[in-house]
């Protein structure tokens, strides 16, 4: 009877193990799947906001360049240019 009781519980734990096992071996793959999206989704977002920063970059330096750049003199223009014809 003991010895029954005994192959029973036997029985009953290992199956107890192995669904442990089982669970355990199923967390790590979903936790290494969701480690792959997240770091593809990281790549994604890391591109996005590259591309807004080199967007605004360019933005404010070209808004800004006047201000950056020292200030021209004002000259005389060279009007047309070129030789005059002569009215016949």
Not at 20 to 41: G, I, P, S
Request: proline content about 1%; aromatic content about 6%.
């Amino acid at each position: 009877m003991e010895k029954a009781h005994l192959a029973e519980l036997e029985e009953h734990f290992r199956k107890v193990g192995r669904n442990q096992a089982r669970a355990a071996a199923e967390e790590a793959r979903e936790a290494k799947l969701q480690a792959q999206r997240d770091a593809k989704q990281k790549a994604i977002w890391d591109g996005a906001c590259t591309k807004i920063q080199s967007l605004w970059r360019g933005y404010w330096t070209r808004k800004h360049l006047a201000e950056l750049l020292p200030k021209k003199k004002k000259g005389k223009g060279k009007g047309k240019g070129g030789k005059k014809k002569k009215k016949k």
